[in-house]
T-cell receptor
């Protein structure tokens, strides 16, 4: 049981390049999400998904795309990277309320992907 | 619009002391309030959580106090240890089908030996 796995751990891009941050979970969680963490800004929600085929925008979605073709995977795409997207990105997953086994539903985070855009 | 306001931004306490981190919210639709702990280079991990129908929850040295009328909640770390040095985030979840959390900006706690 690996939990939430993010790749790559580190990436350097040039402005205008595209890339995909990968996220996979093996806990059969329905809910998956992407956050970015910037100094002094906390964790801000980019996109989330409540199940395969369903995605929605969070607080800071501009410049990012997501898709959810399987329960396990939730990739985050940067189509044209900008220096403002330099950040640490976290993928997180949990059971949905319907599938939660206990009252407190735990959002489990990956180890993060540090992205630098030059 | 910051939905969850957290203070202080940083906190330094001596070993054995009490660490207190405060959060405030406006949205009365929030129905679940977790605290996350993050060590450098790691992802946040759930520390303790509370629901608004409970005024206090204690797990070991960690206690959440919840004041529904004031729309405030706080984390107390008793007998703080150097190993508690980390960044702490409060969060809140909205009622409804989504599990999305909104987070405070975080508090960097340093416990000096």
């Amino acid at each position: 049981n690996a939990g939430v796995t993010q790749t790559p751990k580190f990436q350097v891009l040039k402005t205008g390049q595209s890339m995909t941050l990968q996220c996979a979970q093996d806990m059969n969680h329905e809910y998956m999400s992407w956050y970015r963490q910037d100094p002094g800004m906390g964790l801000r929600l980019i996109h989330y998904s409540v199940g395969a085929g369903i995605t929605d925008q969070g607080e800071v979605p501009n410049g990012y795309n997501v898709s959810r073709s399987t329960t396990e995977d939730f990739p985050l795409r940067l189509l044209s990277a900008a220096p403002s997207q330099t950040s640490v990105y976290f993928c997180a997953s949990s059971y949905s309320r319907r599938g939660a086994r206990s009252g407190a539903n735990v959002l489990t985070f990956g180890a993060g992907s540090r992205l630098t855009v030059l | 619009q910051q939905q969850v306001k957290q203070s202080p931004q940083s906190l330094i306490v001596q070993k054995g002391g009490i660490s207190i981190i405060n959060c405030a919210y406006e949205n009365t639709a929030f129905d679940y309030f977790p605290w996350y702990q993050q060590f450098p280079g790691k992802g946040p991990a759930l520390l303790i959580a509370i629901r608004p129908d409970v005024s206090e929850k204690k797990e070991g040295r960690f206690t959440i106090s919840f004041n529904k009328s004031a729309k405030q909640f706080s984390l107390h770390i008793m007998d703080s240890q150097p190993g508690d040095s980390a960044t702490y985030f409060c969060a809140a979840r909205t009622q409804g089908g989504s599990e999305k959390l909104v987070f405070g900006k975080g508090t960097k706690l340093t416990v000096n030996p």
